[in-house]
């Protein structure tokens, strides 16, 4: 039987032989099964084909390449994308390494001279707001002059 459909199929694509329409005829004569199938595939054929004609209209094909070209030309390619990621993910190695640098530097500032930086804060803690105040009006003054 499955001899049989395959030549059923075969023969709505190409002409069989003379043998094998002989045996499909012969068996369509005796399967009722066999002859439905072959109504329901005329039947899908047809309707396929008759949709085919329907369902595109006239330029369809320019219509689609048209639209592929504009939306090539706008999208970037994958190389700038790429640059792009690149650079998106150099700017937070780039702002991790700054701050890992100055945290480090600072250690090793306290590390080696401790009383520089003891220093610092009590002259600062030491400073009044005037004082603070005088000294940035005296150094934009003089950059004005």
Do not use: C, W, Y
């Not at 032989?17 to 499909?24: G, I, N, T």
């Not at 004609?53 to 504009?70: D, G, K, L, Q, W």
């Amino acid at each position: 039987m499955k001899k049989m459909q395959e030549l059923l199929i075969r023969s709505f694509d190409q002409i069989l032989s003379v043998k094998e329409q002989q045996e499909l005829d012969q068996a369509l004569e005796q399967s009722e099964e066999l002859r439905q199938e072959k109504e329901q595939l005329e039947s899908m054929r047809n309707l396929l084909s008759a949709g085919a004609e329907e369902s595109f209209r006239p330029m369809f094909a320019e219509r689609v390449m048209n639209r592929i070209t504009t939306k090539s030309a706008r999208q970037p390619t994958s190389e700038m994308e790429f640059f792009d990621s690149l650079l998106h993910i150099f700017r937070k190695v780039a702002i991790a390494g700054a701050i890992a640098i100055v945290v480090l530097a600072s250690a090793q500032l306290i590390v080696n001279n401790p009383s520089t930086t003891t220093t610092a804060t009590k002259n600062v803690s030491e400073m009044s707001l005037d004082d603070v105040l005088v000294s940035a009006f005296i150094s934009s003054m003089e950059d004005i002059l």
